[in-house]
Antibody
Framework: EVQLLESGGGLVQPGGSLRLSCTAS????????MTWVRQVPGKGLEWVST????????YSADSVKGRFTVSRDNSKNTLYLQMNSLRAEDTALYHC??????????????WGQGTMVTVSS | DVQMTQSPSTLSASVGDRVTITCRAS??????LAWYQQKPGKAPKLLIY???NLESGVPSRFSGSGSGREFTLTISSLQPDDFATYSC????????FGQGTKVEIE
């Protein structure tokens, strides 16, 4: 079964750090770009970061650039999001998603259920 | 950034109705447009990619059309399982999403 499973979310104080993980199964992980998308409960979806299939190319939204780093370990079928200098506005459910066609800019055919990040003192 | 605007924000309909949701891009995105369905507490589900291509396993009552800046998602005959929130996403550039359209029971 094709599956993505996120972990690592939790409650963190403003200015703190968290590392999210997303473990993939059921497909050739190393062939696809992978993306983090976040969603404030009750609100719309927001693209956060994308990493290319090999891990050599990374892209992030302006709202997180310089604070968040996306990476992957293809030997472990795992995607990561290192989140530093967290702000209250980063509070959201973070989903990892698989690009459908292996492109950097892609539709997403597989999504994880998400891991909740709450930034609050 | 390419802004995506959906209308309406909420749509009240009955089982069997034909439903149309519109998504407009702030600039041309060719056909690089996807549609998703999302239910409370669940991850988004891809319905349509490249504006009009039905994702595998998605019922044929769902269809998409459009190119350039204006796109539509149509549900030909609304079923009980279709009451959900629908979002569009452009992937001509770094992805941006519409704000969502909630389809609720009339």
């Amino acid at each position: 079964e094709v599956q993505l499973l996120e972990s690592g979310g939790g409650l963190v104080q403003p200015g703190g750090s968290l590392r999210l993980s997303c473990t993939a199964s059921g497909f050739t992980f190393s062939s696809y770009a992978m993306t983090w998308v976040r969603q404030v409960p009750g609100k719309g979806l927001e693209w956060v970061s994308t990493v290319g299939a090999s891990g050599d190319s990374t892209y992030s939204a302006d709202s997180v650039k310089g604070r968040f780093t996306v990476s992957r370990d293809n030997s472990k079928n795992t995607l990561y999001l290192q989140m530093n200098s967290l702000r209250a506005e980063d509070t959201a459910l973070y989903h990892c998603a698989k690009g459908r066609a292996g492109l950097i800019n892609d539709a997403f055919d597989i999504w994880g259920q998400g891991t909740m990040v709450t930034v609050s003192s | 950034d390419v802004q995506m605007t959906q209308s309406p924000s909420t749509l009240s309909a009955s089982v069997g109705d034909r439903v149309t949701i519109t998504c407009r891009a702030s600039q041309s995105i060719s056909y690089w447009l996807a549609w998703y369905q999302q239910k409370p507490g669940k991850a988004p589900k891809l319905l349509i990619y490249k504006a009009s291509n039905l994702e595998s396993g998605v019922p044929s009552r769902f269809s998409g059309s459009g190119s350039g800046r204006e796109f539509t998602l149509t549900i030909s005959s609304l079923q009980p399982d279709d009451f959900a929130t629908y979002s569009c996403q452009q992937h001509n550039t770094f992805p941006t999403f519409g704000q969502g359209t909630k389809v609720e029971i009339e």
